[in-house]
């Protein structure tokens, strides 16, 4: 059964750099799907960062584009986010998700992670 | 970029049917897709496309779509089906968006 397991610091600093690695499991990441992050501030919605493809092309959420970037490796079958220039507004839980290809043009995320909570805090 | 607007709450009587609405414009060149989210667990996938159901997800909800307003409807609500739930879709441009979401009580 497919499972995504994100990993990273549950504690950063403000102006640093989150590094979050998402682990896919008894699944090829290699494939039609398509990768992606969402976050949750707590007692808040959900927010898209972005997605990306195994071979590298990449969207991400406008709001955040400055600060983000995506990478994937192949050989160890993950995928990875780093979002600089942290503030306390970027405490939340962070998850991450597959995109199937979509389904008359919608996009949706069929498998989630568990999320991580990232607190920035000094 | 599009935005996508949920009722904040909604309540249904148990046993009884309850309608959850998105609306936006990116819906009128795209299904909507819904989640449930359950307090303290990751979303969980319960419709996507013109109405499709992942597997595991009970027939009692169903999704359709007039104009720019998506609807996720149960039918039947259970105890188990509170939950936060949010949907999402995706512009022309590519950009995901998700609605704020709609806490559902079930009294």
């Known amino acids: 059964q497919v499972q995504l397991q994100e990993s990273g610091p549950g504690l950063v600093k403000p102006s640093d750099t989150l590094s979050l690695t998402c682990a896919v499991s008894?699944?090829?990441?290699?494939?039609?799907?398509?990768w992606g992050w969402i976050r949750q501030p707590p007692g808040k919605g959900l927010e898209w960062i972005g997605y990306?493809?195994?071979?590298?092309?990449?969207y991400y959420n406008p709001s955040l584009k400055r600060r983000v970037t995506m990478s994937v490796d192949t050989s160890k079958n993950q995928f990875s986010l780093k979002l600089n220039s942290l503030t306390v507004l970027d405490t939340a839980f962070y998850y991450c998700a597959r995109m199937p290809p979509p389904v008359g043009g919608s996009a949706f995320f069929d498998i989630w992670g568990q999320g991580t909570l990232v607190t920035v805090s000094s | 970029s599009s935005e996508l607007t949920q009722d904040p709450a909604v309540s249904v009587a148990l046993g009884q049917t309850v309608r959850i609405t998105c609306q936006g414009d990116s819906l009128r060149n795209s299904y909507a897709s819904w989640y449930q989210q359950k307090s303290g667990q990751a979303p969980v996938l319960v419709i996507y496309?013109?109405?499709n159901r992942p597997s595991g997800i009970p027939d009692r909800f169903s999704g359709s779509t007039s104009g720019n307003t998506a609807s996720l409807t149960v039918t039947g609500a259970q105890a188990g089906d509170e939950a936060d739930y949010y949907c999402?879709?995706?512009?022309?441009?590519?950009?995901?968006?998700f609605g704020g979401g709609t806490k559902l009580t079930v009294l």
């Open positions: 999402n879709s995706r512009d022309r441009s590519g950009d995901v968006v």
């Open positions: 008894d699944y090829s990441i290699i494939s039609s799907n398509w």
């Open positions: 990306m493809f195994y071979s590298g092309s990449t």
């Open positions: 496309g013109k109405n």
